[in-house]
T-cell receptor
């Protein structure tokens, strides 16, 4: 069955350090891929999405992600962490069994902490 | 501005009561979804609807019911049969796409339900 795996339920970095959040998917064909961010007691907000136009995708707040088909990965990075980046991050993939399109499968989430 | 509105933000329920969570969108999206979020468990799909007057069970539909009488509205009822309803509930919507395409979700800000 199709799935999304986020390695590490908690990641902690220092302010100014590189942020790397890992996401691997299982799919026989390149899917559509998404990263969402969730701040406490709020809904999810789209950070960026991969739709096959370019393998390196730039999103909001300085985040970017690279689609690597050979590794079935879509890791999220940011060169320099800011205190305001502390949140939970979800990777999601389009559900290829969804005959009408639109449905997503979500990873378990990674909580990012940023230390001063 | 177009968006998706969930109400109320906080809801308290006595054991044995049914409660209904509201979700309204003015994005003209075809598909709508309900997710339940518990700490450390990511997002779990309760129900989804890709067209008016039709909906499908998700992974954890037991103890919940929905209706989709209007394109804009997708209310979720948490029935007394749901044994552990305390959670954060998220509603989302998306453009129904052709199979193999996906535009991602727009999320509401969530409703936190607590059983007292």
């Amino acid at each position: 069955a199709q799935s999304v795996t986020q390695l590490g339920s908690h990641v902690s970095v220092s302010e100014g350090a590189l942020v790397l959040l890992r996401c691997n998917y299982s799919s026989s064909v390149p899917p559509y891929l998404f990263w969402y961010v969730q701040y406490p007691n709020q809904g999810l907000q789209l950070l960026l999405k991969y739709t096959s136009a370019a393998t390196l995708v730039k999103g909001i707040n300085g985040f970017e992600a690279e689609f690597k088909k050979s590794e079935t990965s879509f890791h999220l990075t940011k060169p320099s962490a800011h205190m305001s980046d502390a949140a939970e991050y979800f990777c999601a993939v389009s559900d290829l069994k969804d005959n009408q399109g639109g449905k997503l499968i979500f990873g378990q989430g990674t909580e990012l902490s940023v230390k001063p | 501005d177009g968006g998706i509105t969930q109400s109320p933000k906080y809801l308290f329920r006595k054991e044995g009561q049914n409660v209904t969570l509201s979700c309204e969108q003015n994005l003209n999206h075809d598909a709508m979804y309900w997710y339940r979020q518990d700490p450390g468990q990511g997002l779990r799909l309760i129900y989804y609807s890709q067209i008016v007057n039709d909906f499908q069970k998700g992974d954890i539909a037991e103890g919940y019911s929905v209706s989709r009488e209007k394109k804009e509205s997708f209310p979720l009822t948490v029935t007394s049969a749901q044994k552990n309803p305390t959670a954060f509930y998220l509603c989302a919507s998306s453009i129904a796409a052709n199979p193999g395409t996906n535009y991602g979700y727009t999320f509401g800000s969530g409703t936190r339900l607590t059983v007292v």
